[in-house]
């Protein structure tokens, strides 16, 4: 890419590492979350009465 | 178009009937058809975000200013990938699904409005969404219905309309959970689609280093040369006209960026790369999307597919879009991409059909309508549901039996409206990217301090919030209409009421409005926050507690 300016080619480069810091993010923590059990058994129509009520 | 074509087309349409028809049978609950229920495939939410992200107004509206303006595009492309996925998914993804169940937000206002236990800025929300979004939708609709005219030399009208009804049938039976599943399936056909399309427009420009170092000479003899020639001896609109206007505002060559803190360089950096660039975070119809996932690991994963899926869109029409330039030189008489196409929206449609062998001008069609359906179709997604859960249960009570058809209604309303817009402004100038770029900055400035504060800052108060979106909907709307170079000066409400296109004068016209509103919001946001009795501490724990 010897024919951008700096400005382009930093544009460039950076599209280029921001989509690898991406891929590795993923891969990294694929599986990582130990949060779901937590939030994963509420219904999202359960609380709605209560939860108006209360608001 | 011959009979496999017919074939193909009845098949894809079929197909998007039976995810269509899926989704309404699973569809049994306010939660399904708002959020899919919280439980969608990562693959399904990323595609489906990416899908929505990257509409016919990015592939055709900012491809042709690609071929207009050239490379400085990449900025955008950077930010969309590391602010609208990677800050996006990893920084506010996760706060925003456990947010949004804590409070059983089933929209981006009510999650808002319950943050805040405020009734009015989910209306105010909702209210915004309803008048705002329109514009966008009408850009989507006019890049999808370009390329559909150019394919089947049909007229645009009749284009237009078809593809509204295909995308209301869908919407309106399947509600999310249709979208969603549509969306990926036509993400995938997206992103094919221009794997293809950088291999063939390299190997026609003749490779990749050789591609970009034609495009100097390409600009030295077909804009460089406009230099001696006067403006007011060229048609305004004209391609002459706008590759003379480039080099006016300080564009020095596609491979270039702008002189700093030209007229260029504001535009490019400003509108282009920060309004749409930071817009996103604060976009209704993606926000939804972290409210449909039932873990953290399903975001996680959704980076990655969303960061490969967005280079393989954005940037890849940015740099086929100046590319198009080196193509036309050679092959139409040493013409530009302007000259030869006759606009920036006709430049990737017209390419498309005049470069590239008939069979993928055909897949292109496919990935371009599907790039215009998914954006729309959560579009009107968020529109309805912003008329029916956020404004008209806000008023007629929660539970009330019509929500659900008011929000149908809704939807069919604003198509409606969306569709006159795509008829009205189909002739003005870059309109597709302009367009998205106003309707990004306004949501930046009028959701975007809130939706923070509301995730990140317990101190961070109602009339806070008020005052915030307040204070960004009217900096933004006055600055559109007496500020900004184009608006200001096609509204026209300047000149009737002051005599003069805009108020002020020079390069500050070009700066986005997005610039002054968000700031001005943010502070509003801190300061009436601090001046302001602190929420009180249930609402908190409510909020930010499970």
């Keep these: 890419m010897g024919t951008f300016d700096l400005g382009v080619g930093t544009a460039f480069w950076l599209m280029n590492a921001s989509a690898l810091l991406c891929v590795i993010y993923g891969v990294v923590n694929w599986n990582k979350d130990k949060e779901e059990k937590v939030l994963s058994t509420k219904s999202w129509d359960r609380d709605e009465a209560r939860i108006n009520k209360d608001l | ?546």
């Design chain 2, 1 to 546: 178009m011959n009979i496999l074509e017919n074939i193909i087309i009845i098949i894809y349409l079929a197909v998007l009937g039976y995810l269509g028809f899926v989704g309404y049978k699973q569809t049994k609950s306010s939660a399904d058809y708002l959020i899919a229920g919280g439980d969608t495939h990562p693959f399904v939410m990323a595609l489906s975000y990416g899908a929505t992200f990257i509409s016919t107004a990015a592939i055709v509206g900012f491809g042709g200013v690609a071929a207009w303006l050239g490379n400085s595009l990449l900025w955008l492309t950077f930010c969309n990938i590391f602010i609208g996925v990677f800050v996006a998914f990893v920084f506010l993804g996760n706060p925003t699904r456990k947010m949004g169940i804590r409070l059983n937000a089933h929209t981006f206002p009510e999650l808002l409005g319950r943050r805040f236990n405020s009734k009015f800025i989910q209306m105010f929300g909702g209210v915004l969404i309803t008048i705002f979004m329109p514009l966008y939708t009408s850009a989507v609709l006019i890049g999808g219905t370009e390329f559909l005219v150019a394919y089947f030399k049909v007229d645009y009208h009749l284009a237009l309309l078809v593809m509204s009804v295909i995308v209301t049938g869908y919407v309106l039976a399947g509600g999310l959970k249709g979208v969603m599943l549509t969306d990926a399936l036509q993400g995938v056909i997206m992103f094919v689609a221009m794997m293809i399309l950088l291999v063939m427009v390299f190997d026609a420009v003749g490779g990749v280093d050789v591609g970009f170092t034609k495009l100097e000479h390409v600009w030295n003899e077909t804009v460089a040369s406009l230099g001696s020639v006067n403006m007011k001896d060229l048609k305004a609109g004209s391609p002459d006209f706008m590759m003379k206007l480039s080099m006016n505002w300080g564009f020095q060559g596609w491979n270039k960026m702008p002189v700093f803190l030209s007229e260029g360089w504001l535009f490019v950096i400003t509108t282009i790369t920060m309004g749409v660039g930071i817009g996103v975070l604060a976009q209704p119809q993606l926000v939804v999307r972290f409210m449909t996932v039932k873990s953290k690991n399903e975001l996680n994963r959704a980076v990655l597919i969303g960061g490969v899926f967005i280079i393989a869109m954005t940037g890849i029409i940015f740099i086929v879009g100046a590319l198009t330039n080196v193509w036309y030189y050679e092959f139409n008489e040493g013409k530009n991409a302007l000259q030869s196409a006759g606009g920036v929206g006709k430049v990737i449609p017209h390419f498309i059909n005049a470069a590239m062998p008939k069979w993928f001008a055909f897949i292109f069609l496919f990935a371009l309508i599907s790039a215009a359906m998914s954006t729309l179709s959560s579009q009107f997604h968020a529109m309805g549901t912003a008329i029916g859960r956020d404004v008209f249960e806000q008023i007629a009570g929660k539970h009330n039996p019509n929500s659900l058809l008011i929000t149908r209604v809704g939807i069919i309303v604003m198509i409606v409206i969306s569709v006159s817009l795509a008829y009205v402004f189909d002739k003005q100038p870059a309109i597709i990217a302009r367009s998205t770029a106003i309707f990004f900055a306004l949501c930046a400035s009028i959701f975007l301090p809130t939706y923070f504060g509301g995730l990140f800052w317990k101190r961070m108060t109602k009339k806070g919030a008020i005052a915030s979106m307040a204070v960004g909907t009217v900096v933004t709307t006055f600055w559109l209409l007496f500020v900004h170079f184009q608006e200001a000066k096609e509204l026209g409400i300047c000149k009737m009421l002051f005599g003069v296109n805009t108020l002020l004068s020079g390069k500050i016209t070009f700066v986005d409005a997005m610039i002054v509103a968000l700031p001005l919001s943010a502070l509003t946001a801190v300061v009436v926050s601090f001046m302001t009795k602190p929420e009180s501490p249930a609402l908190i724990k409510k909020c930010f507690e499970d």
